[in-house]
C-alpha cells in the first residue's frame, strides 16, 4: 500500500456518473480505445469504427466542437444518431478572473457540484496554463492555501482535459487549433498532487499529445509533485514530460515543518528519484520550486546548501526562486527582495541557474500557491451576505420592506 504523509494512502471519493450527463456518454476525456469500444457498444458497424472515432476525435480535440451538428464531415443521419447516445460537455464556468497583468482564472464546478481552479498566465512568447488534478489536496503544506483545503477526490480525465478546452474556449483559439496558438504550455501545479492521481493525469496528458488533437508537445508539458518518490521514475517512463519537484528547503528539519510529506519523502530519497529520472540531461533539466520564506529557507547558508545538493546529486538543475503569495490567515512574510536577489546570486554563481518568477495574478488570487475554490474562501461573514442578498432578492415585492432578510 502507498502512504502518504499522515500513513496512508489518501482516500478520496469516487465521482459518480462521472461519464454520463441524462443517460448519455460524455465523450470528452475517453481515450481513443474507449471512444471506440463506445460507439461499438452504441451498434457502429464494425468496418466504420477506426473512421467515426477519427472523425470524432478530430471534432471534439482538434476542432474544440461541443455540438454533433457543426460536424460536417459525419452524415446528417449518424450525426441525429449520435445525439441520441452522446454529449460533448465542458463543466461550468463559475467565475472567471482576469488580472490586470493578463493572467485569467477559472473557477471550474464540476458535474458534481465540486470545484476547481485553472489559471492562464500570458508571457512574451508563450502562454501557460496551470492545471489542477484533485480538488483540494492531501499534503497540507503549511505554506500552500491549496494546502488548507480538505482532499475530496481526484479529478476524472475528462475534468483535467476540460480544463483545457475551457481555456481555449475562453481564448477563441478554436478557429486556428495550431497556429498562433496562445496557450503553448501546461504545468500541471494547480490543485492536488498529481502523482496521487497518476492514472487520470497520464490519460488527460495522452489525449493533450495527441498528434491529431490538441497536438501539445510533450517538451512543453511540466508535472509538478511535492515528491511522491515511487511515482517520480514511472512519471518519465510513462508519460514522459518535464519534471518540477517543490522542493521548498534544504535541510530536512525544515522540509518537514513545512511540508509533512518529507516525514516519508526526505531529501535524499527525493533528490536520488531526480537523480534517475528517466530523460533528465542538461538539456532537458529538472525544475526545483523554491518559495522564499522569510527567515524560515531564504539564508545565505540555504542557498550554499542548496548548490551542494544539486551537485552532491548530481542532478541537471534549474531553481525557480518564487517570492512567497501571501493569503489571507498564513503565518509566513515573503522574504526581502534584496535578500531574494542575494540568494539568487550566490546560485548563479555556483553555475546553476535560478531565475526569480515574477509574481503574476495576485490581484486575483492566481499567484502561485493561492489557488482554492471560491466556496472555501469565503468567510462566513461573506456568506451570511450573500445569503441575505439571495433571501431580499427571493421576496415577494409587498414584502421587500417589512424584515432584514436574515433568517
Not at 526581502?336 to 554563481?349: A, C, G, H, T, Y
Not at 495574478?361 to 462566513?380: F, H, N, P, Y
Not at 451570511?384 to 409587498?398: F, G, H, V
Request: charged share 25%.
Amino acid at each position: 500500500m502507498q502512504v502518504t504523509p499522515n500513513g496512508h494512502e489518501p482516500i478520496v471519493q469516487p465521482r459518480i456518473g462521472a461519464d454520463f450527463t441524462d443517460g448519455k456518454i460524455n465523450l470528452l476525456g475517453l481515450s481513443r480505445d474507449e471512444l471506440k469500444d463506445a460507439l461499438r457498444d452504441f451498434g457502429v458497424p464494425e468496418k466504420q469504427l477506426r473512421m467515426r472515432t477519427t472523425q470524432l476525435w478530430h471534432w471534439v480535440y482538434h476542432r474544440g466542437a461541443t455540438d454533433f451538428d457543426v460536424m460536417t464531415t459525419i452524415s446528417k443521419d449518424m450525426r441525429a444518431l449520435l445525439k441520441t447516445g452522446f454529449v460533448i460537455e465542458r463543466p461550468e464556468i463559475v467565475e472567471a478572473q482576469y488580472s490586470n497583468d493578463g493572467t485569467r482564472k477559472y473557477l471550474i464546478r464540476f458535474a458534481d457540484g465540486n470545484e476547481a481552479e485553472a489559471v492562464y498566465i500570458p508571457e512574451e512568447g508563450r502562454g501557460t496554463l496551470c492545471v489542477s488534478s484533485q480538488v483540494g489536496c492531501t499534503l497540507n503544506c503549511k505554506f500552500c492555501h491549496t494546502g488548507t483545503m480538505r482532499l475530496v477526490r481526484n479529478l476524472t480525465a475528462g475534468e483535467i482535459v476540460a480544463q483545457m478546452m475551457i481555456a481555449r474556449d475562453d481564448l477563441g483559439e478554436w478557429e486556428n487549433p495550431t497556429e498562433g496558438r496562445m496557450v503553448t504550455n501546461i504545468v500541471m501545479m494547480g490543485m492536488g498532487e498529481p502523482l496521487y492521481n497518476f492514472d487520470n493525469v497520464k490519460k488527460s496528458l495522452e489525449i493533450i499529445m495527441d498528434e491529431e488533437g490538441i497536438q501539445l508537445s510533450r517538451r512543453r508539458i511540466t508535472l509538478s509533485t511535492s515528491g511522491v518518490v515511487p511515482h517520480m521514475e514511472r512519471c518519465g517512463e510513462e508519460i514522459g514530460v518535464n519534471l518540477a519537484v517543490s522542493l521548498h528547503a534544504v535541510r530536512d528539519d525544515v522540509r518537514t515543518d513545512i511540508m509533512p510529506i518529507n516525514k516519508k519523502y526526505n531529501l535524499d530519497a527525493v533528490l536520488s528519484a531526480c537523480a534517475n529520472y528517466p530523460g533528465a540531461h542538461n538539456a532537458r533539466r529538472i525544475t526545483f520550486e523554491y518559495a522564499m520564506l522569510k527567515g524560515v529557507n531564504d539564508s545565505d547558508e540555504d542557498a550554499r546548501e542548496l548548490v551542494r545538493l544539486m551537485r552532491k546529486y548530481k542532478l541537471p538543475a534549474k531553481v525557480n526562486l518564487i517570492p512567497f503569495n501571501p493569503w489571507p490567515g498564513t503565518e509566513y512574510e515573503c522574504s526581502d527582495w534584496k535578500q531574494i536577489e542575494r540568494f539568487s546570486n550566490i546560485v548563479f554563481e555556483s553555475g546553476i541557474s535560478a531565475p526569480i518568477r515574477t509574481p503574476r495574478g495576485r490581484d486575483i488570487m492566481a499567484a502561485c500557491g493561492q489557488l482554492k475554490s471560491a466556496s472555501e474562501k469565503k468567510s462566513k461573514a461573506e456568506m451570511l451576505r450573500e445569503q441575505a442578498a439571495a433571501n431580499e432578492a427571493a421576496k415577494p415585492q409587498s414584502a421587500a420592506h417589512s424584515s432584514t432578510g436574515l433568517t
